[in-house]
């Protein structure tokens, strides 16, 4: 006889071998589909991730000035306001005076590569034979920049839509957290009670677990990377200011700070950066910069999830073919939550395997 349990276990081997074949058989169609949820929902999910972000500071100021919730959310946001506006005003002069920088020294970085061309490659006959392929290559690869730069600007009301429409999302998120951080109390309880009316106390129970898990790995996660990534901006700035005396500091720092949110790859990405814009007028202190980011990233990096690196870059290169630079943050975060479930049902199989 076929239980109940038992049609739901169909049904559910039914609808992802549907999704299997879907995704096997046309899997554009299923990344487009799942690219238009994330842009729906893509609000919520700034909103959601503003108040995971200003709730350990709003309950901050709840214990220790006792002042209304309302007051603490406006003040929070005030705050942050405060602190972009002085990041914003501090940065676009050293991004301007950085990219001056880099147009002024565009004619050295030829010489240093003409300097290289006829010295080492001139003496090899293989690589005299590939320069002239080398150029045509390069000369191709011109005329697509030139067509994408002509596209771009046929397509600038396209780029300048999605630009309002990022901005509406933006709004649309900081709206939601405040109502989230407002009624987070009513909220939580409202979903509990649909979870143990639609669910058996025991199936209701596991996913309140679930959710109480995964609140703690993205809480930990976003957290601890951003005072991971704060220490390491400020410790590149010290440095690079007052130890090694770079040009640039303020920028190099700030991409140094910026980089490290990106999991795994994000410290070798932000060290080229610093140590190719030094190498330019001293290849010695080029050498230094290259030790101080490798020991300052040594000394600072945590590890807030627990994942082994293989869980780490294999998350981070799916992620990011699939969701683009969202999809790189969010991945580690995500697979740790991944890798608890199937933990949890392995010890489970185990467990109930055991006692038989």
Same mark, same amino acid.
């Given at each position: 006889?076929?239980?109940?349990? *038992?049609?739901?276990?169909?049904?559910?081997? %039914?609808?992802?071998?549907?999704?299997?074949?879907?995704?096997?058989?046309? !899997?554009?169609?299923?990344?487009?589909? +799942?690219?238009?949820?994330?842009?729906?929902?893509? !609000?919520?999910?700034?909103?959601?991730?503003?108040?995971?972000?200003?709730? !350990?500071?709003?309950?901050?100021?709840?214990?220790?000035?006792?002042?209304?919730?309302?007051?603490?959310?406006?003040?929070?946001?005030?705050?942050?306001?405060?602190?972009?506006?002085?990041?914003?005003?501090?940065?676009?002069? @050293?991004?301007?005076?950085?990219? *001056?920088?880099?147009?002024?020294?565009?004619?050295?970085?030829? *010489?240093?590569?003409?300097?290289?061309?006829?010295?080492?490659?001139?003496?090899?006959?293989?690589?005299? +034979?590939?320069?002239?392929?080398?150029?045509?290559?390069?000369?191709?690869?011109?005329?697509?920049?030139?067509?994408?730069?002509?596209?771009?600007?046929?397509?600038?009301?396209?780029?300048?839509?999605?630009?309002?429409?990022?901005? =509406?999302?933006?709004?649309?998120?900081?709206?939601?957290?405040?109502?989230?951080?407002?009624?987070?109390?009513?909220?939580?309880?409202?979903?509990?009670?649909?979870?143990?009316?639609?669910?058996?106390?025991?199936?209701?129970?596991?996913?309140?677990?679930?959710?109480?898990?995964?609140?703690? +790995?993205?809480?930990?996660?976003?957290?601890?990377?951003?005072?991971?990534? &704060?220490?390491?901006?400020?410790? @590149?700035?010290?440095?690079?200011?007052?130890?090694?005396? +770079? *040009?640039?500091?303020?920028?190099?720092? =700030?991409?140094?700070?910026?980089?490290?949110?990106? !999991?795994?790859?994000?410290?070798?990405?932000?060290?080229? =950066?610093?140590?190719?814009?030094?190498?330019?007028?001293?290849?010695?202190?080029? &050498?230094?910069?290259?030790?101080?980011?490798?020991?300052?990233?040594?000394?600072?990096?945590?590890?807030?999830?627990?994942?082994?690196?293989?869980?780490?870059?294999? %998350?981070?290169?799916?992620?990011?073919?699939?969701?683009?630079?969202?999809?790189?943050?969010?991945?580690?975060?995500? %697979? %740790?939550?991944?890798?608890?479930?199937?933990?949890?049902? &392995?010890?489970?199989?185990?467990?109930?395997?055991?006692?038989?």
């Amino acid at each position: 006889m076929v239980s109940k349990e *038992n049609i739901k276990y169909y049904i559910l081997i %039914a609808f992802i071998s549907i999704l299997l074949y879907k995704a096997i058989d046309s !899997p554009r169609q299923i990344l487009d589909s +799942i690219n238009g949820l994330m842009s729906f929902f893509s !609000p919520f999910l700034i909103g959601i991730f503003l108040t995971l972000l200003l709730n !350990p500071m709003i309950m901050f100021l709840e214990r220790k000035f006792k002042s209304h919730r309302l007051v603490n959310i406006f003040f929070s946001y005030i705050l942050i306001s405060f602190v972009f506006s002085v990041g914003f005003k501090l940065l676009i002069p @050293a991004i301007i005076d950085t990219l *001056n920088t880099l147009i002024n020294e565009i004619p050295n970085y030829i *010489n240093m590569l003409n300097i290289f061309l006829n010295k080492y490659l001139s003496q090899s006959q293989v690589l005299e +034979i590939l320069i002239p392929h080398l150029q045509n290559n390069l000369n191709s690869i011109l005329t697509k920049l030139l067509d994408l730069f002509s596209k771009v600007s046929s397509d600038l009301f396209i780029y300048i839509f999605s630009i309002t429409s990022l901005l =509406f999302d933006i709004i649309m998120g900081i709206i939601l957290s405040i109502y989230m951080l407002y009624d987070k109390e009513k909220i939580g309880l409202g979903c509990k009670k649909l979870l143990y009316a639609f669910f058996p106390i025991n199936k209701a129970n596991n996913i309140v677990e679930f959710f109480k898990v995964s609140h703690n +790995i993205f809480y930990h996660y976003i957290i601890g990377k951003l005072i991971d990534s &704060v220490i390491i901006g400020c410790l @590149a700035f010290i440095g690079f200011k007052f130890i090694l005396k +770079i *040009n640039n500091t303020l920028f190099l720092s =700030f991409i140094v700070f910026l980089t490290n949110i990106i !999991p795994y790859f994000g410290p070798f990405i932000g060290a080229i =950066f610093p140590i190719v814009m030094t190498l330019v007028y001293s290849p010695i202190k080029a &050498v230094w910069v290259a030790l101080f980011l490798l020991i300052l990233q040594q000394l600072v990096m945590g590890d807030q999830v627990g994942l082994s690196p293989l869980w780490i870059i294999s %998350a981070v290169l799916i992620g990011g073919s699939l969701f683009g630079i969202i999809g790189v943050f969010l991945s580690v975060p995500i %697979a %740790a939550i991944i890798k608890f479930s199937i933990d949890k049902y &392995v010890q489970n199989k185990i467990h109930i395997r055991i006692s038989k």
